[in-house]
Structures are given as C-alpha cells and as structure tokens.
C-alpha cells in the first residue's frame, strides 16, 4: 500500500481511503489493484502484461491509453545513475504517467497547483496516474529496483519537460518504508 507524505506539514498518510481522498484533491488517481496476480519474479513482459490485460484493457478504454510495457530496472541496470538524473529533476510530461508497480519501490514527488508538495511512495500493488503537465519528480527507493507496467496514449509524449525551479532540490529523495513512522501520522480524518 502506498504511503503519502506532505513534508511541509509533517504529516504522513497511510489510511487507504484517507491517503486515495487526498491525492484527488491534487488530480492524482491512486488505486490498488486487487486481487494482485501470481507471476513469477522472473516473468517475461509479454506474461505480465498478459496477466493483468483485463486491468490494462480497461484504463485503455476509459482513458485513452494505447500502448502498455514493462519497464525493469535493477541496482545493476546499464546507465542506470543517468536515466535517474532524468526524473529525479521537476518536470512535466505532454502524457500522462501511468505506473503499476510489480516489484520494487520508488517515490514520486507531486508539486500540486493547489497544495504542497507531497510525496507519494509506491509499492507492488499499487497504480499510480500523474495527469499530463502535472509537475513531479520520481527518485528509486534504497534498493534501487523497480518493475511496472506503463500506459501511455503516445509514448513520444513521455520525454520530460523541465521546469528548472529548483523546488525538487528542498525535497529528499527518502523513501519511509512499513517502519517510517512520521511525528504526525495520520490514520483518519
């Protein structure tokens, strides 16, 4: 289950209903796609992707989506340090990023028109859609691994539009984990 916190209010949302409220607030659909299917650790994209196609084929019908894949990234992946140079700078993308983790962690930032940065860490289960032209930044969890299914309405609309205002540089890239516990969590509203 993700986590949401909003550093600047010292605040940590873990309360599914709670956290999923928030993240609308600021256009950010969350879901946790249940039941979760069995694949192996090891399983090639195209079983992964036809594992979950009846999840797919419905965010492609309701939202447009054209194209799924799977991206796998490793602590060992080739140029791994440069494509994360990438996202972990504040930008935008002309698409939407949509996200269905597999395995692995990773912390999406979100500066929000209408509120304060929020970070959003993901986990296997959890799907995540950050709307075109919404600013954001992803950094990896301390594992260094992350595998997901991406949706994309036209994949050449993915590359990163920099905003270059430098707020991602007041924002660590810590992820908080099952035992992060922040001063103020909260479970209810």
């Known amino acids: ?13 873990y309360q599914p209903d709670v956290m999923k409220q928030y993240l609308a607030t600021i ?4 879901e946790k796609w249940k039941p979760a299917h ?14 979950y196609a009846p999840e797919i084929d419905r965010l ?17 992946t080739p140029g791994l ?27 999406f930032h979100i500066n929000p028109t209408n509120g304060p940065v929020c970070a959003i860490e993901v986990e296997a289960g959890d799907l995540i859609r950050v709307p075109s032209g919404t600013l954001h930044w992803f950094n990896l969890c301390e594992d260094r691994r ?10 050449a609309g993915w590359s990163p539009n920099y905003s270059a205002s430098g707020v991602d540089e007041s924002y660590q890239p810590i992820c908080f984990g099952p035992s992060y516990i922040a001063p103020q969590t909260v479970f209810a509203q």
Do not use: C, W
């Open 1 to 13: 289950m993700a986590t949401v916190h909003i550093p600047d209010e010292n605040r940590t949302l």
């Open 27 to 30: 256009g950010i659909d969350y």
């Open 38 to 51: 069995a694949v192996a650790a090891n399983a090639a994209a195209e079983d992964i992707l036809a594992a």
């Open 60 to 76: 492609k019908a309701s939202e447009g989506y054209v194209t799924a894949d799977v991206i796998d990234v490793k602590a060992q």
């Open 81 to 107: 340090s440069e494509m994360l140079a990438k996202f972990s700078r504040e930008h935008t993308h002309d698409d939407d990023e949509v996200r269905f983790i597999i395995e692995g962690r990773g912390l």
């Open 146 to 155: 992350i595998r997901a299914i991406r949706l994309f309405k036209d994949p």
